[in-house]
């Protein structure tokens, strides 16, 4: 084959030198057939893009919200903080209510020794302008106590990590990696849980650090018992905990209470008590069991450093401890019946120095 025949150009399809054109658009060569084939393929391609483009302007003219990934986001923060909300006005009205009752009894007292003044006045007949003053102004003092007692106080916290979304056009357009930075910036900042804290306790426990940390400070076997700030009767709440310190064997028990019952010695042994302890014991409402292939909870695997969520889901009647480093999630029913809403979360600590920290839902 001569040179000049070997760099004749042929087409890219069908190998043939006759008639070849060379396409600007990709520098290809074709034959006269399939140049033909190469421009409607080009049209084709041209058709589809002015359909996408029509799309574009109907979107544009009538812009669907369904379809914009923010409102999922607005969406959650939405649920996220109306649960948030409920938990923390059913801590406020069961504290409340344990005010109520503890400033109930001094009331009466006060209740009583007036009415007895007026009585004793009556009858005497002994009494002036200036008792019936004293006795009006112990009597609307007494009535204001009763409406709006002195030792209830609303404290608005605005340090609590419950925020206003709102929703802005970015400054600039053009700059859009910019945006993007600046709306996961945004995002992130936006901690929609409020956090819980370690509050009550029974026995010989240290808090530390605002009620995040826990220590047992008193050796095996007095057991120490806590339970947490928020009341929780609607929703599914997650409670992260990490095990600062444990000593073998492992005995620290997590799960939930009712709220309508005091703390008390082996409380997590009571009908009321649902949740996990060492040896791999299972507690459900009074009953007691190590059945690792009914419930596949291992408390031997449970390590320094773990990282543990308690679900608290009242809509399902159930709580799970999940655990983070093995990805294993246990489940046990919590009888409404027997551990009444609201619940509260509740730990208990065995070994000296073992310690449980409270960490920041992720």
């Known amino acids: 084959m001569s040179a000049s025949a070997s760099n004749k150009k042929q087409c890219v399809l069908c190998n043939k030198s006759g008639g070849i054109m060379i396409c600007e658009g990709c520098q290809q060569a074709f034959c006269g057939k399939h140049v033909i084939e190469h421009r409607q393929t080009l049209s084709g391609q041209l058709d589809n893009m002015m359909q996408e483009h029509d799309l574009l302007q109907q979107e544009l003219a009538q812009p669907s919200l369904k379809k914009n990934p923010l409102l999922k986001k607005i969406d959650k923060w939405e649920k996220d903080s109306i649960a948030k909300i409920q938990v923390a006005a059913e801590t406020a009205r069961k504290t409340l209510q344990e005010l109520l009752e503890q ?17 004793a006045s009556q009858e005497a007949d002994d009494f002036s302008e200036n008792d019936l003053q004293r ?12 409406t709006s007692p002195s030792s209830a106080k609303l404290i608005l916290d605005k340090n609590a990590p419950i925020y206003i979304m709102t929703l802005r056009a970015n400054e600039s357009s053009n700059d859009q990696g910019e945006n993007r930075k600046e709306s996961s910036t945004s995002s992130s900042s936006h901690n929609l849980d409020l956090q819980e804290r370690f509050l009550q306790t029974l026995g010989h426990v240290n808090l530390e650090e605002n009620g995040c940390l826990a220590k047992c400070v008193d050796p095996w076997p007095s057991f120490s018992y806590l339970r947490g700030r928020f009341l929780y009767s609607t929703g599914c709440h997650t409670i992260r905990f990490r095990i600062e310190n444990c000593k073998e064997p492992y005995r620290i028990f997590f799960g939930c209470m009712s709220s309508k019952t005091a ?12 949740g996990w302890f060492g040896n791999d014991q299972v507690y459900e409402n009074g009953r007691c069991s190590s059945n690792v292939r009914k419930y596949g909870y291992k408390s031997r695997n449970i390590k320094i450093n773990d990282v543990l969520d308690l679900i608290i889901d009242c809509t399902k009647k159930q709580i799970r401890l999940f655990h983070e480093r093995l990805k294993t999630t246990c489940t046990l029913s919590v009888n409404d019946n027997l551990a009444p809403l609201p619940w509260q979360f509740l730990l208990a600590l065995c070994n000296l120095g073992d310690s449980v920290r409270i960490l920041p839902n992720a």
């Not at 109930?104 to 020794?113: M, Y």
């Not at 006795?135 to 009763?146: G, N, S, T, Y």
């Open 263 to 274: 703390l008390k010695e082996d409380v997590f042994r009571a009908s009321d008590s649902v």
């Open 103 to 119: 400033s109930k009894e001094r009331l009466s007292k006060t209740c009583r020794d007036i009415t007895e003044n007026l009585r």
């Open 135 to 146: 006795w009006k102004k112990q009597l609307k003092e007494l009535q204001l106590e009763i």
